[in-house]
């Protein structure tokens, strides 16, 4: 009876332990998180410029927001963006890695490193970089094109409307696939080579390997990844900044930067945060949904 009841009383001894150790974080996360939250929430029923008096207005910011062409428009280029960065960053990502994780390829850290290196370089840097070589003026396609007999000026990629998202796009998927491949190499490289060889012997073809049995093993991996491509391209700020700063006529207008423009460029606060709640929102049901549709695959 003495034996259990020490051992009850350390086991409740760890517990406070435990509540007393992740205590510091809770706490940061209230001050920094929570409150930051419940303060966007209550700005969101304002109409304020940071300076006047505050003015109630309810619900009028998000009906506003529903009627702006330019916050739709904004959505729907995140959402390009989104299926552009898949295509140019997260496939190629998961081809390349691929590749490096089979048996017997020499060279593969350094492969790795140099594909990866466009990631840790800063959004301004390489965002620059891109501007300079879509410059119809004297970037760098410019110059291939002339050299190969045509008129490179005429390919204003950034400067035309139909074309700037797409010139965005690419870009941010040249950093992208270096770090999807990094993830990818690791899922690789666990995948049981039996089931392959297993298959190989059955009459499989290489892709029927790829598609049927090494895909499915790297699944929860692959569905990870989606996510946080899905989240990280709706957060994708300073990349449209440094390029086009949203323009030409809107073109590349995104989520965040349009909602730093009404907060911080029209002063428009309660409208900005209004339109930073709405995005958290999508971001939340996104998540849920595509976790459940997981769940009912796995199933």
């Given at each position: 009876?003495?034996?259990?009841?020490?051992?009850?009383?350390?086991?409740?001894?760890?517990?406070?332990?435990?509540?007393?150790?992740?205590?510091?974080?809770?706490?940061?996360?209230?001050?920094?998180?929570?409150?930051?939250?419940?303060?966007?929430?209550?700005?969101?029923?304002?109409?304020?410029?940071?300076?006047?008096?505050?003015?109630?207005?309810?619900?009028?910011?998000?009906?506003?927001?529903?009627?702006?062409?330019?916050?739709?428009?904004?959505?729907?280029?995140?959402?390009?963006?989104?299926?552009?960065?898949?295509?140019?960053?997260?496939?190629?990502?998961?081809?390349?890695?691929?590749?490096?994780?089979?048996?017997?390829?020499?060279?593969?850290?350094?492969?790795?490193?140099?594909?990866?290196?466009?990631?840790?370089?800063?959004?301004?840097?390489?965002?620059?970089?891109?501007?300079?070589?879509?410059?119809?003026?004297?970037?760098?396609?410019?110059?291939?094109?002339?050299?190969?007999?045509?008129?490179?000026?005429?390919?204003?990629?950034?400067?035309?409307?139909?074309?700037?998202?797409?010139?965005?796009?690419?870009?941010?998927?040249?950093?992208?696939?270096?770090?999807?491949?990094?993830?990818?190499?690791?899922?690789f490289m666990g995948v049981?080579?039996?089931?392959?060889?297993?298959?190989?012997?059955?009459?499989?073809?290489?892709?029927?390997?790829?598609?049927?049995?090494?895909?499915?093993?790297?699944?929860?991996?692959?569905?990870?990844?989606?996510?946080?491509?899905?989240?990280?391209?709706?957060?994708?700020?300073?990349?449209?900044?440094?390029?086009?700063?949203?323009?030409?006529?809107?073109?590349?207008?995104?989520?965040?930067?349009?909602?730093?423009?009404?907060?911080?460029?029209?002063n428009k606060f309660g409208?900005?945060?209004?339109?930073?709640?709405?995005?958290?929102?999508?971001?939340?049901?996104?998540?849920?949904?595509?976790?459940?549709?997981?769940?009912?695959?796995?199933?």
């Open positions: 009876m003495r034996k259990f009841t020490l051992k009850k009383s350390l086991y409740r001894n760890q517990i406070i332990v435990g509540y007393i150790l992740i205590l510091p974080a809770l706490l940061f996360f209230c001050v920094f998180f929570a409150y930051s939250l419940v303060q966007a929430v209550h700005y969101s029923t304002l109409d304020w410029d940071g300076v006047t008096q505050q003015v109630y207005v309810g619900f009028q910011n998000y009906i506003d927001l529903f009627r702006d062409s330019v916050f739709w428009k904004a959505f729907i280029n995140n959402v390009f963006y989104t299926i552009g960065i898949l295509a140019f960053g997260v496939l190629p990502g998961l081809v390349l890695a691929y590749v490096l994780s089979r048996p017997g390829i020499r060279g593969r850290t350094i492969f790795r490193s140099a594909y990866f290196f466009p990631r840790i370089v800063s959004a301004v840097v390489y965002g620059a970089v891109w501007k300079w070589m879509y410059d119809p003026r004297n970037g760098l396609l410019t110059m291939i094109i002339d050299f190969f007999g045509g008129n490179g000026s005429d390919f204003a990629i950034t400067g035309n409307v139909n074309t700037a998202m797409l010139g965005v796009t690419i870009t941010g998927g040249w950093t992208y696939f270096g770090f999807c491949m990094v993830i990818f190499i690791a899922a049981d080579l039996e089931l392959e060889e297993a298959a190989r012997l059955d009459g499989a073809s290489k892709w029927q390997m790829f598609y049927r049995v090494t895909l499915p093993q790297i699944k929860p991996v692959i569905n990870t990844v989606l996510i946080y491509t899905v989240i990280d391209c709706f957060k994708v700020y300073d990349l449209v900044l440094v390029m086009t700063s949203g323009g030409p006529n809107d073109s590349t207008q995104i989520m965040t930067y349009y909602i730093y423009k009404q907060a911080f460029t029209f409208y900005g945060s209004a339109a930073a709640i709405l995005l958290g929102l999508f971001m939340v049901f996104f998540t849920v949904v595509y976790n459940k549709l997981i769940g009912k695959e796995e199933d």
